[in-house]
Nanobody, 122 residues
Framework: DVQLVESGGGSVQAGASLRLSCKAS????????MGWFRRVPGGQREGVAA?????TTTYADSVKGRFTIGNAKNPLTLQMNDLKPEDTAMYYC???????????????????WGQGTQVTVS
């Protein structure tokens, strides 16, 4: 199996930046999609950004122009600029073990998940 560990979360004021990092260990991550998701308490996990083996990137409309997913797979990063209170959530890293035609920002595409890192914007 693959273990994913996120870091870099924190509490910041609106307009600030944070850089999340996801380090993988265990079995080698195959060259398939990886992504970042987030979830607010009581809500569903929402896809934020994803990158595939050909470096194709996909972003949720709500973060386009503000968030950038890194090109490297390990660690995988998420640069978050101009943070807003609505970005407050637990952020998760995810990795797929096979190629798929499922949506990049959909949970079903991914097989491995980290425990999350909290981002709070006030």
């Amino acid at each position: 199996d693959v273990q994913l560990v996120e870091s870099g979360g924190g509490s910041v004021q609106a307009g600030a930046s944070l850089r999340l990092s996801c380090k993988a260990s265990g079995n080698t991550i195959e060259n398939h999609a990886m992504g970042w998701f987030r979830r607010v308490p009581g809500g569903q996990r929402e896809g934020v950004a994803a990158i595939d083996s050909d470096r194709t990137t996909t972003y949720a409309d709500s973060v386009k122009g503000r968030f950038t997913i890194g090109n490297a797979k390990n660690p995988l990063t998420l640069q978050m600029n101009d943070l807003k209170p609505e970005d407050t959530a637990m952020y998760y890293c995810a990795a797929a073990k096979t190629a798929s035609s499922l949506p990049y920002l959909g949970e079903k595409r991914y097989d491995y998940w980290g425990q999350g890192t909290q981002v709070t914007v006030s």
